[in-house]
């Protein structure tokens, strides 16, 4: 800040008030108020007069009594009245004096009535003509208020200008930051904490301009190390602030002439001032007594008040764990009761559903009495079919059988046939013949196939079909029986081949063998197969019961296609 202390100056007299030091945002400043109405004001700075009055002037002689001092008091007011001093009272400094330290709060009650006296008729400042004391604003209020530019010079580094908050009361001019002005406008209070005060005492206003600025006011007084310097943003307001300043530096001489007046009268009362004093203090140090005895009970209470709070803080922790708890109980109350709201409507459409379904239900039991009834008669037809096919099946096994083994052993001759043509190079003819003994046995063997086919396929027509079955069947055995004599002739010929064979008689005569003995089988089996003809007939009634439950099968099954979707209609409405 600018200044680091306020000086008062009053009747050429210095009083030093420290401000007071605060931090705010890392920076010092301080600053002191007086923000009582300007009485109260007018009353504190009298105070400060008397008391550096009070350290200068000579203490009365011991044994004066209060009467003999007005009695001295009445004798000066007769006489000759003194001359007023040029620069205030004068300041005497006797050998015996008494200082007085602090200020003087006990008399604080006695000055509230002193405007009521009649004041002395000096005053050695001069006034201009014209100007009366109803003129230089209210004293309780402000006189003026208003944002000036302040120039302010730091060490070594070049003057600027900053835009302040300016507010005159009584003989103060007390300045603020900018943003203060619309906190200003609306309370109407004056903050305790402004940037700066000046005093107006004995301060003489001139106006002027600057280096920068124009329209300038410089505040001067003997004391001061510098001259401040404000400017106004006008004639106008310069003009303004000029006339209330010089207004406010009267107002604050008056006082001082007053505060003469008022050291004069208090002179006397040093002595009973002093004893007062000593009572006072006596009293404060039993004050002080029991205000530490009342400090240690306020130590045992605030640690009695430290464990009640603990306790508290600790009750106030276990209410709120029991309120959460009483609030989550709550909500899991509501909570179930709106499952159970909802519960009970689905189990009400439920109730109505599943009476539909029973309704539903005892339609389709009845039509699945219905349908079971049928299927038992198809089952009973069924089972008639399944024991016909079952014998039909065992005759079909067994002739599978026998064309596997055949095709088994026709495998074999083949294999066997190329052993044959690689191990009978030089017998070509020989070979070539039975190539094509072998091929007329293949195709007779194929034509045994194809006819037995025939006749497992034949066999379920009709009785002609069984007929032509037989006629076959006595074909095949004498082809059977051709085979047989053309292995016959095949054994002959393996035996005539000579030395040259026995390897292949070793080869060859087992599989030989085998293929006798499956013809004769095949033709054993023939033979008794042709006796069988009950047996093909009933089996071929058993072919017509079969298309017929077949028949059945089917238009059952059409039925309960056609009655599945009548019934999966109502269960998806449902």
Not at 43 to 52: D, K, N, P
Not at 141 to 153: A, S
Not at 557 to 565: F, S, V, W, Y
Request: with cysteine; aromatic share 4%.
């Amino acid at each position: 800040m600018e200044r680091t202390g306020v000086r008062v100056f009053a009747g050429g007299d210095i009083i030093e008030h420290d401000l007071d030091k605060q931090t705010n945002m890392g920076k010092k400043r301080r600053a002191t108020f007086f923000s009582l109405p300007g009485r109260i004001s007018f009353i504190r700075v009298s105070i400060g007069l008397i008391e550096h009055k009070m350290t200068t002037k000579t203490a009365p002689k011991p044994g004066t009594t209060p009467k003999e001092l007005k009695a001295k008091k009445d004798s000066k007011k007769k006489g000759n009245a003194p001359e007023p001093p040029k620069n205030g009272p004068p300041k005497t400094s006797p050998p015996n004096t008494i200082e007085k330290k602090g200020i003087l709060r006990s008399l604080s009650f006695q000055f509230s009535n002193l405007t009521r006296k009649k004041c002395n008729d000096y005053d050695l400042t001069p006034e201009e003509d014209g100007v009366g004391y109803d003129e230089m604003g209210p004293v309780l209020g402000v006189q003026n208020y208003g944002i000036l530019m302040k120039k302010y010079k730091r060490k070594n580094r070049a003057a600027k200008w900053a835009k302040r908050f300016f507010v005159l009361k009584e003989c103060f001019l007390i300045y603020y930051a900018t943003s203060y002005k619309k906190v200003f406008e609306k309370t109407r209070r004056i903050d305790l904490h402004p940037k700066g005060i000046i005093p107006l005492i004995g301060c003489s206003i001139v106006s002027g301009g600057d280096v920068d600025k124009k329209n300038c006011l410089l505040i001067a007084h003997p004391q001061l190390p510098t001259a401040i310097i404000v400017a106004a943003a006008d004639h106008q307001m310069q003009e303004k602030w000029l006339k209330a300043l010089r207004s406010a530096t009267k107002i604050s001489y008056k006082n001082t002439v007053v505060g003469e007046t008022m050291i004069r009268e208090l002179e006397n009362r040093g002595v009973l001032l002093n004893e007062e004093k000593k009572s006072y203090e006596e009293r404060l140090e039993a004050e002080a007594k029991a205000r530490k005895q009342e400090h240690d009970r306020a130590d045992g209470l605030a640690k009695d008040k430290e464990e009640l709070e603990v306790e508290r803080e600790k009750l106030i922790r276990t209410t709120k764990k029991l309120k959460d708890d009483l609030q989550n109980v709550k909500n899991e109350l509501k909570m179930t009761n709106e499952m159970k709201k909802t519960l009970e409507q689905e189990k009400m459409s439920l109730n109505s559903k599943t009476e539909h379904l029973q309704a539903n239900m005892e339609s389709l039991n009845i039509e699945k009495e219905k349908i079971h009834e049928q299927l038992q008669e198809i089952v009973r037809e069924r089972e008639k079919v399944l024991i016909d096919n079952q014998n039909l099946s065992t005759d079909k096994c067994q002739l599978n059988n026998r064309l596997m083994e055949i095709e088994t052993s026709r495998n074999c001759i083949m294999t066997e046939k190329e052993k044959i043509e690689t191990l009978l190079k030089m017998n070509e003819q020989k070979t070539q013949d039975l190539e094509k003994e072998r091929q007329y046995y293949t195709m007779k063997t194929s034509e045994l196939m194809d006819h037995l086919k025939e006749v497992s396929d034949q066999r379920d027509l009709t009785e002609s079909e069984l007929k032509e079955q037989m006629m076959a069947r006595m074909g095949a055995e004498k082809q059977l029986q051709a085979a047989e004599k053309a292995l016959e002739h095949l054994e002959m010929a393996l035996k005539m081949t000579g030395a040259q064979m026995t390897e292949l008689q070793e080869h060859i005569m087992p599989d030989v063998h085998k293929l006798r003995e499956f013809f004769e089988q095949c033709a054993e089996e023939s033979r008794f197969e042709a006796n069988r003809t009950g047996i093909m007939r009933n089996a071929v009634y058993a072919r017509k019961s079969i298309r017929r439950s077949k028949r059945g099968i089917r238009s059952s099954i059409r039925k309960k296609e056609t009655a599945a979707p009548q019934i999966k209609e109502p269960l998806m409405q449902l």
